[in-house]
């Protein structure tokens, strides 16, 4: 048996309340920079959980932009991305990210920072360090009250979130959000990244996997019914670098061999003139499953990919293609699968040899059955 793991800121000449705007500088009279258009937070595990809050902070980035014009011009600044709630930006499906602008500097000189709703709105906040909310713009200011320059410099610091559902990958994913800054007709691009990854979980089976019912005669079967051999048992133990839940399915590496066509059955290959053999299962008894510090585990699955699950049960039962098989230490709750970081489990081989007068034994037939188990990363 073989066994595998899938284991933007727009700057133009504005008429702002409190002072008359300088001449139009053009764009090529004014350069505008980023010092790290790529912000990349990363690679994140979901395995690694430092607490129970609904959503994880992915950590901040630091980013400064400057504006320099040959002409002292209206330093009004916006950045153009997609809201995700009155004080961060949309960050992928489930993510959100927020910016913060400070340490700004016009001229040389240290100036407050003011919040506009847009071109020519008085700043509705002044501070010298202030969220930059979306669909509102920036503005350096003095006394409250706008100013223009020539040379702005400052300082933002983007801090992202996810949500934990968002960290439920069964694959590596990456998210990438983007964001225009727009100032003085100029427009510089901004790409925010992460990367997400299930657990590494590692499954192994007991004597590589391989399941030897020894040398079979034919009087040893039935020649008008099926002959069930004497169970056999593996340990398999799955390992993973962190509690993570998970769940247990398995493919069929003979597919379309098994003389009964089931979710828990699996070919014993064919004879030599194309008899199907026979087929095997692999079932599971929660009384034999342990893991980390739990005193009892309990079987639970689930037949629509993880939606909903059974409540807890000490029945044995077969690892299906398609219906997932996972554990929990509770018989009363329907919550799904616990988080499990070391697994292990005695799995019982049930095989079934259809009866001779099926087969050709003109020469050896060899049980030539073959699974691969698979940890879906819930």
Known sequence: MTL???????????ALSGFTPLASASTDDCQFNL???????????????????SERNLGERQLSL???????????LFYRAMAATAGRFHFAERGSYQMRIHDAVLDGQSVDIGLIAGGGQPPAETASSLIWRPEHGVVPV???VPVQGRSFSAQLELTAWVQEQGMQVRDAVTWEAFGVFDAAGLTREATLRARFAPAACEPVLSNGGVVD????????????????????????????????????I?????????????EIDYGLGKDSRGNRIGRFSLRVDPADAHADGFARLYRT?????????????????????????????????G??????????????????IAPTNSLDLSSAIELDGAGTIEIIYL
Not at 36 to 53: F, H, K, T
Not at 250 to 262: F, V, Y
Not at 309 to 331: E, M, Q, V
Not at 338 to 351: E, F, G, M, W
Request: aromatic share 4%; glycine share 6%.
């Open 301 to 333: 699955d689930s037949s629509i990919a993880g939606t909903a699950w059974s409540t807890g049960s000490a029945n044995p039962i077969a690892i299906g293609k398609s219906r997932y098989l996972a554990f929990t230490d509770n018989t009363d709750s």
């Open 250 to 262: 398995m493919h069929d590496n003979r597919s379309g061999s098994a003389t009964l066509d089931s």
């Open 335 to 352: 919550a799904g699968p616990v988080l499990i970081q070391n697994l292990s489990s005695t799995v019982t081989v049930d095989a079934v």
């Open 213 to 248: 019912f020894g040398t079979l005669s034919k009087k040893d079967l039935h020649a008008d019914k099926d002959t069930h051999l004497s169970p056999k048992s593996l340990t398999l133990r799955v390992g993973c670098d962190a509690p993570t839940t998970f769940a247990l």
């Open 142 to 144: 003095q006394a409250g």
């Open 35 to 53: 010092s790290q258009p790529e912000l990349d937070y990363g690679l994140m595990n979901r395995s690694i959980r430092p607490d129970a809050a």
């Open 66 to 76: 400057t504006l320099s014009c040959a002409q002292p011009i209206d330093m009004s």
């Open 4 to 14: 595998s793991r899938y284991l933007l800121l727009t700057l133009a000449p504005l």
